[in-house]
């Protein structure tokens, strides 16, 4: 798990060598008042995921993974 900074980046120390699916939510997505999953997600304005807004990654030790311009619409956060 990790929360990003304003920026939008973030680091998860430790993770092993491997594919890895990662999975986005937010406090204010998803059809809950609680939050929920991301799903209208699009990296550098590609849509990703299924319907949990997964992203699969390569992670190489000792290598910085740079997910790209992952953004979604306001309207996904408001709904």
Request: proline residues 1%.
């Given at each position: 798990?990790?929360?990003?900074?304003?920026?939008?980046?973030?680091?998860?120390?430790?993770?092993?060598?491997?594919?890895?699916?990662?999975?986005?939510?937010?406090?204010?997505?998803?059809?809950?008042?609680?939050?929920?999953?991301?799903?209208?997600?699009?990296?550098?304005?590609?849509?990703?995921?299924?319907?949990?807004?997964?992203?699969?990654?390569?992670?190489?030790?000792?290598e910085v993974t740079d997910l790209g311009t992952l953004?979604?619409?306001?309207?996904?956060?408001?709904?």
């Amino acid at each position: 798990m990790a929360i990003s900074a304003e920026t939008g980046e973030f680091e998860i120390k430790n993770l092993p060598d491997g594919d890895w699916t990662f999975v986005f939510w937010h406090e204010r997505g998803g059809r809950t008042k609680e939050g929920g999953y991301l799903t209208g997600l699009t990296q550098d304005g590609k849509k990703i995921g299924g319907r949990l807004g997964e992203l699969e990654v390569t992670i190489k030790d000792g290598e910085v993974t740079d997910l790209g311009t992952l953004t979604i619409s306001a309207a996904d956060l408001t709904k």
